[in-house]
């Protein structure tokens, strides 16, 4: 059970591109990163307005005199400071990623980016070399796959509780953008916009949480092929869909279906997933994240509660408030954080033998979701063709 204690030598002095006054994520990554006594908020380019930046970040308790106007500036600013940053989280819109996390790597530090990673997996293959070259970690922040009954399907499946999977079944859909664009805020604008979005809009911003997630608990599975059907239903969007199906075929034999939508009216947000075996199946959803549904065929349901001894030691290890109380996306993201900061500590240790079995969102986990990307819309502009996955 995690319990606050520092697991890593000393915190890591942590800034920020991005996440300000009135962007969406940015207090996510706060809450995920200052719980463990693993990072420290020392340093940020808050907001493309340099002074609505300066002024959120001296409330954050940053100095003022490292809250700067770009993320140019925070690099030259604290590669010449002796307790410069060590980490630097990335919560930008799509398009520039790229870029900054490949100015930070130049300029040797470790890099926390939001999810689609990059544009393309050439991308992503060039930042994976750089970062090996320099021996820095890129975390991404996949941030629901730190909940407990997470980690319990995995186990799960990995010990054949469930025999051998046939199906998979998932969604992540919400009804926030139901309606057009015109009164909508930029934060909703650039995701919806090719050249600030990449190809896809729902595909890549939430999609991609989903396939992630799935390769926790399924690793030993590959996609073989996919078919990708989406549709803009507000036309403005296009040719960016809004609402999207993928079914795809694994190397076993099992058969996936994914759906993900954010034109799902009147629906909070929800994500469903459920893995059928020859044995048996679980269904999770994070509207009760704390709960597993477990069907064995010929008996009883079952309901499995977080934090309960007859759970696996890989979702005990990761438990954070106990079978009493609640747990919730921020402490599904303060584990996300705390792996990415034991895996920076251990590389700057050369600890490679730590590395090799730790499991964190890295850059390898990032590459995968921007090639199922690339394939999703290989798919759909063949007019929802089959094809291998590449």
Same mark, same amino acid.
């Given at each position: 059970?995690?319990?606050?204690?520092?697991?890593?030598?000393?915190?890591?002095?942590?800034?920020?591109?991005?996440?300000?006054?009135?962007?969406?994520?940015?207090?996510?990554?706060?809450?995920?990163?200052?719980?463990?006594?693993?990072?420290?908020?020392?340093?940020?380019?808050?907001?493309?307005?340099?002074?609505?930046?300066?002024? $959120?970040?001296?409330?954050?308790?940053?100095? =003022?005199?490292?809250?700067? +106007?770009?993320?140019? &500036? @925070? /690099?030259? #600013?604290?590669?010449?400071?002796?307790?410069?940053?060590?980490?630097?989280?990335?919560?930008?819109?799509?398009?520039?990623?790229?870029?900054?996390?490949?100015?930070?790597?130049?300029?040797?530090?470790?890099?926390?980016?939001?999810?689609?990673? $990059?544009?393309?997996?050439?991308?992503?293959? =060039?930042?994976?070399?750089? +970062?090996?070259?320099? &021996? @820095? /970690?890129? #975390?991404?922040?996949?941030?629901?796959?730190?909940?407990?009954?997470?980690?319990?399907?995995?186990?799960?499946?990995?010990?054949?509780?469930?025999?051998?999977?046939?199906?998979?079944?998932?969604?992540?859909?919400?009804?926030?953008?139901?309606?057009?664009?015109?009164?909508?805020?930029?934060?909703?604008?650039?995701?919806?916009?090719?050249?600030?979005?990449?190809?896809?809009?729902?595909?890549?911003?939430?999609?991609?949480?989903?396939?992630?997630?799935?390769?926790?608990?399924?690793?030993?599975?590959?996609?073989?092929?996919?078919?990708?059907?989406?549709?803009?239903?507000?036309?403005?969007?296009?040719?960016?869909?809004?609402?999207?199906?993928?079914?795809?075929?694994?190397?076993?034999?099992?058969?996936?279906?994914?759906?993900?939508?954010?034109?799902?009216?009147?629906?909070?947000?929800?994500?469903?997933?459920?893995?059928?075996?020859?044995?048996?199946?679980?269904?999770?959803?994070?509207?009760?994240?704390?709960?597993?549904?477990?069907?064995?065929?010929?008996?009883?349901?079952?309901?499995?509660?977080?934090?309960?001894?007859?759970?696996?030691?890989?979702?005990?290890?990761?438990?954070?408030?106990?079978?009493?109380?609640?747990?919730?996306?921020?402490?599904?993201?303060?584990?996300?954080?705390?792996?990415?900061?034991?895996?920076?500590?251990?590389?700057?240790?050369?600890?490679?033998?730590?590395?090799?079995?730790?499991?964190?969102?890295?850059?390898?986990?990032?590459?995968?979701?921007?090639?199922?990307?690339?394939?999703?819309?290989?798919?759909?502009?063949?007019?929802?063709?089959?094809?291998?996955?590449?």
């Amino acid at each position: 059970m995690i319990n606050g204690e520092r697991t890593i030598s000393q915190p890591l002095r942590w800034g920020m591109v991005g996440g300000g006054r009135t962007g969406q994520v940015g207090y996510k990554h706060r809450t995920g990163a200052l719980r463990d006594s693993t990072y420290r908020l020392v340093a940020g380019a808050f907001d493309l307005n340099a002074a609505r930046g300066r002024d $959120f970040g001296i409330n954050l308790g940053v100095s =003022e005199d490292r809250c700067y +106007a770009t993320y140019q &500036e @925070l /690099i030259c #600013g604290e590669r010449s400071r002796e307790d410069g940053v060590d980490v630097v989280s990335v919560a930008t819109p799509n398009f520039t990623h790229y870029e900054i996390t490949k100015a930070l790597l130049e300029a040797n530090i470790h890099v926390i980016c939001e999810k689609p990673l $990059f544009f393309s997996t050439a991308e992503c293959e =060039e930042i994976a070399a750089l +970062a090996e070259r320099k &021996e @820095l /970690i890129v #975390g991404v922040t996949y941030g629901f796959t730190g909940h407990p009954m997470v980690r319990q399907m995995a186990a799960m499946v990995a010990r054949g509780m469930l025999g051998e999977i046939r199906l998979v079944d998932m969604q992540y859909t919400h009804g926030f953008n139901a309606g057009d664009d015109a009164d909508a805020p930029d934060a909703v604008k650039w995701r919806t916009n090719p050249k600030t979005a990449g190809a896809t809009f729902v595909l890549g911003d939430i999609g991609t949480h989903v396939y992630y997630l799935s390769e926790i608990v399924l690793p030993h599975l590959k996609v073989e092929k996919l078919l990708c059907d989406r549709k803009a239903f507000i036309p403005s969007r296009a040719p960016l869909e809004d609402h999207a199906t993928v079914l795809m075929h694994y190397d076993n034999g099992a058969r996936g279906r994914l759906w993900v939508s954010s034109v799902n009216a009147g629906n909070m947000g929800s994500q469903r997933y459920r893995f059928i075996g020859s044995k048996a199946s679980v269904e999770w959803s994070d509207s009760h994240p704390d709960q597993l549904i477990y069907e064995v065929q010929g008996e009883p349901v079952r309901i499995m509660h977080h934090g309960m001894l007859y759970l696996e030691e890989e979702s005990l290890a990761i438990d954070r408030m106990g079978a009493l109380h609640t747990e919730g996306l921020g402490d599904s993201w303060a584990n996300i954080y705390l792996w990415i900061a034991q895996a920076i500590d251990a590389k700057a240790r050369g600890d490679e033998a730590f590395l090799k079995t730790h499991h964190y969102p890295g850059i390898k986990a990032g590459t995968d979701g921007v090639r199922w990307l690339e394939n999703c819309v290989r798919s759909a502009d063949a007019g929802a063709a089959w094809v291998d996955f590449k």
